[in-house]
């Protein structure tokens, strides 16, 4: 099957600007993609450049097979949804949603019916005949995504649509977005600067920065097996352990020597016969790191760590330590018995690790 | 205040006015205010009074002073009898010309300004700015450099000493301003609306007819009022580009006080310089209410 979207060799610039560099993502039919990155990565721009709101510079984009890269916006069979809404003010909330349907000549009983399906899905029945101006931010939100539902488009396309609500609406129009998108069996293409938004969200992800995509998987291989110590960071809150280390081999067996704030390094196993280079940094998730005795494995391995600062988040209790001349992070059970000052037996689970290379910052295992 | 102040011990004049002074300031203040608006409204008074006097009162009696006897005479010569050179059809002709002249001027540069707005706010082209630093250029160009270069175009055009003629150099002058007024308003307006409209497959005119002429309402009066005052109260494009049929009523207002024989006749000025100033008294009355919003309007929630 052909993939719904294809993006390829897409760049842009302005003038001597690069916005965007070489871009390649497919995603396939009934796919949750998310565009995640820092503000100012270029995700909005290219999520602009797959409405055609922006033209591009370089390369082509295609959508359910049809060669769209000079197609006007509104022959890409897309709706989409914008941060701001974007409801036309002058407009009652069921004229903003039938607007489009009008405009491509829907007859009325069509658009009646459709407008009466979506009102009901989104629970928006007493707000029809209401002004966007007299709508809350979450009724205007819900709208938005009426007026994009009801045109039953190849591809929904959002641009942080939630970040303009308060934190508890966010989350419950989030799982809302989910449901939305497993009854409908829908394609869509979801931009946010929230690493829990993708992560939730997703089926596949694009991480960007500056303009390049730094890494392109599902939730679980971004979250576990980061491409390079940009996405290690910047995924996932506490965000990964990045602690400098050094390897030391012994016959077959490769070491991993980690500097503590005092006494010996730690020594940690490292892989097998690999070929890691001297210096390196190696990146451990803080749920990765246990109390010794809560965590079992053939590769997990205990150490005395001092530490240095406790902090109970009730489900979960982090403690902090120094290694490497980092500070480390690790996610406890709730009812550890670590005291700041004091040391406690940590257990590394090696199975989980990642290493990357402290100059280029890529992934070495 | 003062209360508050007295009641805690504090000598109440070392902080505020004490209550004697500020009843004395608040006074002071009124009466000013008083004296400058009964200046302002003297001519209108007197133009007024004077209108509503026979001749012979008037020779006779105080500018300032009531009239003895209320008569409409000065009134009906000046709408149909009073002489503008040879012909003495009073003002009524030349008032219908400037409302001929004045509605689709106005009109016509608003939509155009609202048009031009639209583009150069919301339309980001190559070269969108140095439009509209030129347009805006226009408003500062004094009439009085266009007026040879305007004959001879509305020679050339076939339109000189028409009413369209005149229409069309009222038009092409208002445009600065028009659109000056609705790109300062458009450009307040949410760039992700056009995007939103393009992508529910709307084009350039929809988007400007079904999303940006319904916002526009308090700019459009802002605008209205302001074409219309200036079109209606103009003299020079009136003088320089009409002839004897087609005087707009400002120059017809002019012919009318100046060309009379024998004895002057104040009232019939009076009466005709009221109705040629009436219209855009009755636009600001009806419309004023947006006037005011549309100069502070500025945001669209939405």
Redesign the interface.
């Known amino acids: 099957m052909d993939p719904i979207l294809n993006i390829k060799n897409l760049s842009k610039s302005y003038g001597q600007l690069e916005i965007l560099q070489e871009i390649n993502v497919a995603i396939d039919r009934g796919d949750f993609l998310v565009l995640v990155g820092p503000s100012g990565c270029g995700k909005s721009t290219l999520l602009?450049c797959i409405?055609g709101?922006e033209p591009i510079s370089a390369g082509s984009i295609s959508i359910d097979g049809r060669d769209m890269t000079h197609v006007?916006?509104?022959d890409r069979d897309?709706?989409?949804v914008?941060?701001?809404?974007?409801?036309?003010?002058?407009?009652t909330v069921a004229k903003n949603i039938t607007?489009?349907m009008k405009?491509?000549g829907v007859d009325t009983a069509t658009q009646a019916r459709k407008l009466d399906e979506v009102a009901r899905q989104l629970q928006i029945e007493p707000l029809l005949n209401r002004r966007?101006?007299q709508l809350s931010g979450g009724q205007r939100q819900r709208v938005a995504m009426g007026?994009a539902l009801v045109?039953d488009p190849k591809l929904f396309l959002f641009d942080e649509p939630l970040s303009n609500l308060d934190a508890k609406l966010r989350v419950s129009m989030r799982s809302e977005i989910k449901k939305l998108h497993q009854s409908l069996g829908a394609t869509m293409v979801y931009v946010t600067h929230d690493q829990i938004e993708a992560m939730t969200l997703a089926t596949k992800i694009v991480v960007m920065k500056g303009g390049i995509v730094q890494q392109i998987g599902t939730p679980a291989e971004i979250y576990n097996h980061p491409a390079n110590l940009f996405v290690a960071d910047f995924m996932g809150s506490p965000a990964m352990n990045l602690i400098p280390a050094r390897t030391r081999r012994k016959g077959q067996e490769t070491l991993i020597e980690i500097a503590r704030a005092e006494g010996d390094p730690m020594l940690l196993a490292g892989p097998d016969g690999s070929d890691l280079p001297q210096d390196i940094i190696l990146g451990l998730r803080p749920e990765d790191i246990a109390e010794a005795g809560f965590r079992s494995g053939d590769r997990v391995q205990a150490a005395q760590c001092r530490i240095d600062l406790v902090e109970p988040a009730g489900a979960d209790t982090y403690v902090v330590s120094q290694l490497g001349g980092r500070q480390v992070t690790a996610r406890l059970h709730a009812e550890t018995k670590a005291q700041p000052g004091a040391m406690l037996e940590l257990a590394f689970d090696l199975a989980k690790v990642s290493y990357f290379a402290p100059d280029t910052g890529e992934r070495l295992n | 205040m003062t209360d508050f102040i007295s009641s805690t011990g504090l000598p109440a004049a070392s902080r505020a006015p004490s209550r004697p002074a500020q009843i004395a300031l608040r006074w002071l203040l009124f009466t000013l205010l008083g004296v400058f608006a009964l200046f302002y409204l003297m001519p209108l008074f007197v133009m007024v009074t004077t209108s509503l006097k026979s001749l012979e009162e008037i020779r006779t009696g105080s500018l300032v002073a009531f009239p003895r006897e209320i008569t409409f005479e000065a009134w009906r010569t000046a709408w149909s009898g009073a002489c503008t050179g040879i012909q003495c059809e009073g003002l009524r002709p030349y008032f219908w010309n400037s409302v001929i002249l004045a509605v689709p001027a106005v009109l016509i540069s608003t939509f155009l300004g609202a048009a031009n707005g639209y583009v150069i706010a919301q339309w980001n082209f190559r070269g969108a700015n140095l439009i509209f630093s030129a347009m805006l250029f226009g408003c500062f160009i004094p009439f009085q450099v266009v007026l040879l270069p305007m004959a001879r175009m509305l020679g050339l055009m076939g339109i000189a000493g028409t009413i369209p003629g005149l229409m069309f150099a009222h038009v092409i002058y208002g445009i600065g301003f028009t659109t000056l007024f609705f790109r300062n308003f458009y450009v307040t307006v949410?760039g992700?609306?056009v995007?939103?409209?393009?992508?529910?497959?709307?084009?350039f005119f929809?988007i400007f007819w079904?999303?940006f002429l319904?916002?526009s309402l308090p700019i459009f009066v802002v605008t209205v009022i302001w074409q219309f005052t200036q079109i209606w109260n103009d003299f020079l494009f009136g003088v320089s580009f009409s002839q004897a049929g087609t005087q707009p009523v400002t120059v017809a207002l002019n012919n009318i006080v100046n060309s009379t024989t024998g004895v002057k006749e104040y009232n019939v000025d009076m009466a005709a310089a009221i109705i040629a100033a009436l219209p855009t008294l009755l636009v600001y009355v009806v419309a004023g209410k947006y006037f005011i919003r549309g100069l502070t309007a500025g945001s669209?929630?939405?």
């Open positions: 602009n409405a709101l006007s916006p509104k897309i709706a989409m914008f941060q701001s809404y974007a409801l036309y003010p002058t407009m607007f489009g405009v491509r966007p101006g007026r045109r | 949410p992700d609306l995007k939103a409209a393009k992508v529910d497959g709307a084009g929809r079904s999303i319904p916002l669209v929630k939405g």
